[in-house]
């Protein structure tokens, strides 16, 4: 595919971690969205013979920066992955985020499965904070332009959960 609407940026390295994501994947097919998940580019560094990581750990690299570039949304599941912190990172470097301009043409949206405030540094950058797949679902149900029901999906979405901690 040559575009994607969204990025996972999500851990997947115990089943925890991977029936997460493949529930954001499967939410997000049954919407119609287009996502680019590395959980499904193929296989997790562990999982090769050590002779074999160094050579797989650039094109998972190569593979990942690719999938940013043509993505229109980052999804950040903040679970504590520093892999999907330097997604983040990378995309608001590359996306034209300042500290004083949130992008809303090429938004971030985090999602945690709790109340908990979310932190400051992800709020600032943030276009908006979901807690759960329904509101996964329902949000790109707003955002997605093959099943667009609503002109401005941060309207309704962007205050969820942005409270500074």
């Avoid at 750990?57 to 903040?78: D, F, I």
């Avoid at 985020?97 to 600032?124: A, C, G, H, W």
């Amino acid at each position: 595919m040559d575009k994607y609407l969204v990025y996972i940026a999500a851990p997947f390295f115990n089943p925890e971690q991977i029936n997460t994501v493949v529930s954001i994947e499967q939410a997000l097919s049954e919407i119609g969205c287009s996502f680019f998940s590395p959980r499904l580019q193929g296989p997790t560094l562990k999982s090769l013979p050590e002779n074999e990581r160094e050579a797989a750990a650039v094109k998972v690299l190569r593979s990942n920066v690719e999938g940013l570039a043509k993505s229109k949304v980052l999804l950040h599941v903040l679970m504590k992955d520093e892999g999907a912190a330097w997604e983040q990172g990378y995309w608001c470097g590359t996306k034209g985020f300042t500290l004083e301009r949130k992008n809303y043409d090429s938004p971030i949206v985090t999602l945690t499965f709790d109340d908990k405030p979310l932190n400051v540094m992800y709020r600032q950058f943030s276009c908006a904070h979901l807690h759960s797949i329904k509101e996964l679902t329902q949000f790109f149900m707003y955002y997605c332009p093959e099943c667009m029901a609503h002109e401005n999906p941060f309207d309704q979405f962007q205050n969820y959960g942005n409270k500074i901690t």
